[in-house]
Nanobody, 124 residues
Framework: QVQLVESGGGLVQSGASLRLSCTTS????????MAWFRQAPGKEREFVAA????????VYADSVKGRFTISRDNAKNSMYLQMNSLKPEDTAVYYC?????????????????WGQGTQVAVSS
């Protein structure tokens, strides 16, 4: 069982930056591709970014490309999402997720483990 814990959310103004973190217990993180998803009120959970086990590959949703950067530090069992130039439409609960599948995918069902989420709110 993999337990994921997100942190770093908050309320910021448009144009500001936030850095989200996702940590796991034990030394399990290197086994998994990792991703960030988000869910705004009344909307479905959507893909934000994903990173491969070795951090060689990173993929992004078009809506965040160029503004968000996903990274990981396997030695610290941690993954990060640096969010710059935040917009009100980035407001959502952000979830980290772990996948043992062979490749990185953008759909939620490819991720077996999920954190509880951290709220990000961006005011205009």
């Amino acid at each position: 069982q993999v337990q994921l814990v997100e942190s770093g959310g908050g309320l910021v103004q448009s144009g500001a930056s936030l850095r989200l973190s996702c940590t796991t217990s034990g030394r399990t993180l290197p086994r998994y591709h990792m991703a960030w998803f988000r869910q705004a009120p009344g909307k479905e959970r959507e893909f934000v970014a994903a990173i491969s086990r070795s951090a060689v590959t990173a993929v992004y949703a078009d809506s965040v490309k160029g503004r968000f950067t996903i990274s990981r530090d396997n030695a610290k069992n941690s993954m990060y999402l640096q969010m710059n130039s935040l917009k009100p439409e980035d407001t959502a609960v952000y979830y980290c997720a772990a996948s043992s599948w062979a490749d990185i995918f953008r759909f939620t069902s490819s991720y077996e483990y999920w954190g509880q989420g951290t709220q990000v709110a961006v005011s205009s």
